[in-house]
């Protein structure tokens, strides 16, 4: 069953990574006045592709000559997550749409496949934050031990106490949900998970042979930590990493559900626009979306139960001997 999950979870990180090329109402590349475009990667980049009759790719491409000199390819999808179907509005699942449409009718496929990149956003970026800061304070506790290590600890203990789900709806509310402000918010109040995991793995670790031979050879502490000590907790920072990752999706996703979202094309926000019309016949405006967070969620799990059952290499006898 976490075989499935753990599956499943690649699938997911796999239509994160190219389902806005995918399914959206710009073309991949196209061919305009003789000059080449390629608007699916410049709506991605922050940018707005506009056709160059100034209105909807998708327009122009229907409206184009067929045997004239400009051309575009469009994904093999083409609908858009902000495209209208006024006439397919709430529409069950069809030939038309395989996951039907929402209430302002739009594509619930498509959209389902640009939150899944929202969520991919959100999570590497709290996970990157999160093991950077964690790393960074959780290996100066472990290594330098005494008063300094002392004074860490309650400063981790500090922000562990914070709810991550508090602390977000109020920065949120404050400040705006940005995509920058929720990864930001997620990785001050999730750090504490990697620096404990670090300092405690270092405090059994920096008796050990190799580490003091390190230090015998005048190794500093940044050298010694980045370069012979991390290697290995390449285990547990994986753990922990998953089960961040996992929580920084259901923040995110609760953030959306409750309107202070990073991004109107979250999973958050279907299940937010289907919780209106959920004993109305739509099932699957909040189905679909709400099976795409409990899988990824639970494979997410998963994969943190499978790396857990790895043993770490600082614990492998060979490893030991060889050091």
Known sequence: MRSIATGLLALVALLALVGP???NDVPLVARVDGRWRFPAFE?????FASAPDGGAWKDWWLTRPVDGPDFAVMPPWPHGPFEVHARAVLEGPSRAHPLGVDDSGRDQLTRLLHGARTALLVALGAVVLSVTIGVAIGGLAGLAGGL??????????LFASFPALLIALACASLFGGSLLAVVVVLAIVQWTQVA??????????????FVEAARGFG??????????????LRGPLAV????I?????????????????ASSVSWGAMLDAGRAHAFSGAWHAWFFPGLALAVTVVGLHGLANRLGRIPSRALRPESAACR
């Not at 300094?148 to 203990?157: C, M, N, S, T």
């Not at 190794?219 to 290995?232: A, D, E, N």
């Not at 922990?240 to 089960?243: D, N, P, Y």
């Open 219 to 232: 190794i500093g502490p940044v050298p010694l930590l980045l370069r012979h000590v991390l290697p290995q």
């Open 43 to 47: 709506s991605q980049g922050g940018g």
């Open 21 to 23: 090329f995918l399914a």
């Open 245 to 261: 990752a996992a929580d920084a999706i259901q923040v995110e996703s609760a953030l959306s559900f409750l309107g202070l979202g």
């Open 240 to 243: 922990t990493s998953a089960f």
């Open 148 to 157: 300094v290590d002392a004074v860490l600890l309650r400063v981790i203990e």
């Open 196 to 209: 404990r995991v670090v300092r405690g793995e270092l405090l059994s670790l920096r008796s050990r042979p």
